[in-house]
């Protein structure tokens, strides 16, 4: 079945640096993938999306390019602040599904 | 901004006991989704409903869950009787299908549950 693998956490960070965290998945056909970020006691927040092979998410500063080619959908940031620190997820939907596939999360902590 | 509302936000509870959690989707959206997360992972779909009718429910243990969205409106959770092991984040999230057809999701606080 479809599935998404995270990079482990926690991922631990002074204010300033630069940000990845991987993502790959599993499905068959085109799905889209998503990122989303929980914040402490808070629902989910999508943060952004690709539809398709090459399109380029962005949001607040973050990327992520979806790669069909290496299944992948690592997110990006230059230079991360305090306030980033929050609980990322990696998503896809299926084509012509509705439901999400979340990985399992990773923990991210912004130092000052 | 429209907000998916879900409420109580804490719930504890003892094993053995009934539990319902509600669930309020952003207006006009048709499709309600109700996902678990067990701490330090991803949620699961538990149900999907559009409109009043069930789409998917794959994943709901139906011996003790059980989901209703009446009216095809708001949506009630039980589980009944609750087990230790049903502690856990319960989200619940509406779509539409947006102008692009991507059905993005919009997601509620969530309402925390411990069974002791």
């Known amino acids: 079945g479809d599935s998404v693998t995270q990079m482990e956490g926690p991922v631990t960070l002074s204010e300033e640096a630069f940000l990845t965290i991987n993502c790959t998945y599993t499905?068959?056909?085109?799905?889209?993938l998503f990122w989303y970020v929980q914040y402490p006691g808070e629902g989910l927040q999508l943060l952004l999306k690709?539809?398709?092979?090459?399109d380029k998410g962005s949001n607040k500063g973050f990327e992520a390019t979806y790669r069909k080619e290496t299944t992948s959908f690592h997110l990006e940031k230059g230079s991360v602040q305090v306030s980033d620190s929050a609980v990322y997820f990696c998503?896809?939907?299926?084509?012509?599904?509705?439901?999400?596939?979340f990985g399992q999360g990773t923990r991210l902590t912004i130092n000052p | 901004e429209a907000e998916v509302a879900q409420s109580p936000r804490y719930k504890i509870t003892e094993k053995s006991q009934a539990v319902a959690f509600w669930c309020d989707p952003i207006?006009?959206?048709?499709?309600l989704y109700w996902y678990r997360q067990i701490l330090g992972q991803g949620p699961e779909l538990l149900v999907q409903?559009?409109?009043?009718?069930?789409?998917?429910d794959s994943q709901l243990p139906k011996d003790r869950f059980s989901a209703e969205r009446l009216k095809g409106v708001d949506s009630t959770l039980k589980i009944q009787p609750a087990e230790l092991g049903d502690s856990a984040m319960y989200l619940c999230?509406?779509?539409?299908?947006?102008?692009?057809?991507?059905?993005?999701?919009?997601f509620g606080p969530g309402t925390r549950l411990t069974v002791t």
């Open positions: 499905a068959t056909g085109y799905p889209s």
């Open positions: 998503a896809l939907k299926a084509s012509g599904a509705q439901k999400l596939v």
């Open positions: 207006s006009g959206h048709a499709t």
């Open positions: 999230a509406s779509s539409s299908p947006g102008t692009s057809g991507t059905y993005e999701q919009y």
């Open positions: 690709a539809t398709k092979a090459d």
């Open positions: 409903f559009q409109d009043e009718s069930v789409v998917d």
